[in-house]
C-alpha cells in the first residue's frame, strides 16, 4: 500500500509539473516560505531492499534543492531568523529553513560541505539518547533484521506470528506489516523492547547500529560550534509523544533539552516532535513545547508557511525532500506549495 501511495503521490506531482498547474497555485499557496525536512543525506546505496529510502536523499539531490532556491532569490535562514520574522511579522523577503531530524552523522560528513558551499545555514534536531549511543531506531532494526533472514516470528497481541521474508516482495510487505505494528505500540519502551526481541533472534546489535549512524555526543561539540549548524531537540528516546502521559512528553522534552545544552555548552530553543504526524504531536504536545520554553517547533505535516503561522510557533509545517521523489524537476512544484494545498485540502493552516 506504501509504495501504491508513493507511486499515486509520484504521480500527481509530474501532473502538476507537466500541465504546468502548479503555476496556478503559486500566488495563493506558495506562502512566505517553507522549513524542509530531512533525514540522512548520503550517496546511494546498492541494495534492492530499502524500506526506509524516503528517509535519505543523495548529497547531488541537495545540492540541486540549493541551486534551485538560489536561483530563486529564496533567503536560507536559520530557525532562530525564522523566529524572530514570525515575532516581528517580516515576511518581505522569501525564505526557506533546512532542518534534519534524528543526528545522523552523515548529516555532519555530507550536507555540512553542500551548505557550506552555499554558505547555508541548518538545524539538526538531536535525540539525546542517540547521541548517547543507546538509541533505539527500531525502523533500521527492522530493516536490518528483514534483510537477513528469510521469516521473522514476532509476538503480535499475544500470538506469535511467522512472517515469511525469503523474497523481495515478501520483504516490503513483512517491513510494512511489523513497521505498523511496532509504530502503534502504546508505551514509551514498547517498541524497543520488541524489536529487540527480533534483533536476539537474528543477531542484529541495537547499539552498534545506533553508534554507526548517529553522532556521539563527542562529535556533536564541535559539530555544534560550525558558524552554519544551530542544533535542537528531538526528544530523549524518540518516542510517539502523543501517547505518553503529559508528564513524561514533558519530561522527554525538557530532559533531551537539557542534556544537549549541557554537551554542547549552548542553548537550544528549538524542538521537532518524533514522527511529527496528526498522531504523534497534537494540540496538547504543542501546548506543552510552548509551556517548555521551545521557541519554535516543528511537526512533519505537511504545509507551506503562511502568515498565519505564526500565531503557531510550536506547531510549524514542513516540506519533506522525499528521498522518494528526488526529481530536479518536481522542485517548482513542491515550492509552490501546490502538492501541499491539495494534501491539505485548500486549508493554509493546520494547527488543530
Ligand atoms: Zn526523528
Known amino acids: 500500500m506504501k509504495q501504491l501511495r508513493s507511486k499515486v503521490i509520484r504521480a500527481g506531482l509530474e501532473a502538476l509539473y507537466v500541465t504546468g498547474a502548479h503555476r496556478l497555485f503559486r500566488p495563493v499557496f506558495a506562502g512566505i516560505g517553507s522549513i524542509l525536512m530531512l533525514h540522512h543525506v548520503r550517496p546511494p546505496r546498492d541494495t534492492s531492499f530499502q524500506p526506509n529510502s524516503h528517509l535519505e536523499v543523495a548529497p547531488n539531490f541537495l545540492r540541486a534543492v ?3 532556491l538560489r536561483a530563486r532569490g529564496i533567503d536560507i535562514i536559520t530557525v532562530d531568523e525564522l523566529h524572530r520574522r514570525m515575532t516581528a511579522r517580516d515576511f518581505s523577503r522569501r525564505f526557506a529553513c533546512f532542518t534534519f531530524d534524528d543526528g545522523y552523522r552523515d548529516n555532519r560528513d555530507f550536507a555540512l560541505p553542500i551548505m ?8 539538526v534536531y538531536v535525540t539525546s539518547d542517540f547521541a548517547q549511543g543507546e538509541g533505539n531506531l527500531w525502523w533500521v532494526l527492522l530493516e536490518t533484521v528483514i534483510a537477513r533472514s528469510t521469516t521473522v516470528e514476532a509476538d503480535i497481541d499475544g500470538s506469535t506470528v511467522r512472517i515469511d521474508t525469503s523474497t523481495l516482495a515478501a520483504k516490503y510487505a513483512a517491513f510494512e ?7 502503534a505500540l502504546p508505551g514509551r519502551d514498547d517498541p524497543a523492547r520488541e524489536i529487540g526481541k527480533l534483533c536476539t533472534r537474528h543477531n542484529v546489535d541495537p547499539t552498534a547500529i545506533c553508534r554507526e549512524l548517529c553522532m556521539s555526543w563527542d562529535e556533536l561539540k564541535p559539530f555544534a560550534t560550525e558558524p552554519l549548524v544551530g542544533i535542537g531537540a528531538h526528544t530523549v528516546t524518540h518516542c510517539n509523544l502523543a501517547q505518553q502521559p503529559a508528564e513524561i512528553a514533558n519530561q522527554e522534552m525538557t530532559t533531551s533539552r537539557a542534556r544537549i545544552e549541557s554537551a554542547i555548552q549552548r542553548p537550544v530553543l528549538h524542538f521537532a516532535y518524533p514522527y511529527g504526524d496528526r498522531l504523534a504531536a497534537g494540540p496538547r504536545e504543542f501546548a506543552l513545547a510552548k509551556a517548555a520554553g521551545f521557541k519554535t517547533a516543528v511537526t512533519t505535516r505537511p504545509g507551506m508557511m503562511f502568515p498565519e503561522s505564526a500565531e503557531y510557533p510550536t506547531a510549524l509545517p514542513r516540506i519533506s525532500l522525499n528521498g522518494n521523489y528526488q526529481d530536479e524537476r518536481l522542485l517548482p512544484v513542491l515550492t509552490s506549495g501546490a502538492a501541499t494545498a ?7 493552516v493546520d494547527a488543530a
Open 177 to 183: 506489516r511489523l513497521h505498523d505494528w511496532l509504530r
Open 342 to 348: 491539495m494534501w491539505n485540502g485548500f486549508r493554509r
Open 116 to 123: 557550506r558551499e552555499f554558505d547555508a545555514p541548518f538545524t
Open 66 to 68: 540549493l541551486v534551485h
